[in-house]
Every structure is written in C-alpha cells, then in structure tokens.
C-alpha cells in the first residue's frame, strides 16, 4: 500500500525550531515532486514548499522563505521540512503530498496525500 507519514509536530515557543518528517512507502520520494502544506484554523489549505522529482529545485512560499527548509533523503525513503524561527501564524496542520511536478513552491497533480501533523506555535 502506497502512503505518505508525516511525523515531528508538537509545541514549540515563538522563534524556536521543528523538524517534520514525510516518510514514504509503496513508491520512492525521488520519482515524485514532494509538497508540504499547511491549513490553519477557519482557513484554506495552502503551499509551503515543493521539492521536484529530482531533487534539483526547491521553493517556498513568502511567508516561510528564509525560515523554512525543504530537504529529501532518498537512502530512507523522505522528505524533511525543517522550520526555523517559527511564528504564531505557523500554527496549522502540516501536510505533505506526492504529485507530478512543482509549480513554484505548490505541488500540482497530487497522487498521495499524508495525514498531517500538528504544529502550534505558542508561549
């Protein structure tokens, strides 16, 4: 069964620093374009970051660009969100997606969806 996992959530205070996980099985991160996502309360689900097939291209949304770092692994199969410097307004839940290619920083023609992960940004 193919799938997506993400993991590294939690409770973090204002200007401190998570580390999302995006594991994958049934399929290998390398022959996908990888995208995390975010949805906050009362709000659309929107992009945060897409990493192409391979591996060469990376982009970030404005809000995240110079806090937020998407990185991919192939030796164990995922694809990392490291978050740094993180705001209240980062508060959401974190989604990440398998698809056909990134256009900027959305990835596009999704095939798997992960069930997201909780990140709440407070003091």
């Known amino acids: 069964q193919s799938q997506l996992v993400e993991s590294g959530g939690g409770l973090v205070q204002p200007g401190g620093s998570l580390r999302l996980s995006c594991a994958a099985s049934g399929f290998t991160v390398d022959s996908y374009a990888i995208g995390w996502f975010r949805q906050a309360p009362g709000k659309e689900r929107e992009g945060v970051s897409c990493i192409s097939r391979s591996g060469g291209s990376t982009n970030y949304a404005d809000s995240v660009k110079g806090r937020f770092t998407i990185s991919r692994d192939n030796a164990k199969n995922t694809v990392y969100l490291q978050m740094n410097s993180l705001k209240p307004e980062d508060t959401a839940i974190y989604y990440c997606?398998?698809?056909?290619?990134?256009?900027?920083?959305?990835?596009?023609?999704?095939?798997?969806w992960g069930q997201g992960t909780q990140v709440t940004v407070s003091s």
């Open positions: 997606a398998a698809g056909s290619f990134c256009s900027g920083y959305v990835c596009y023609n999704k095939s798997y």
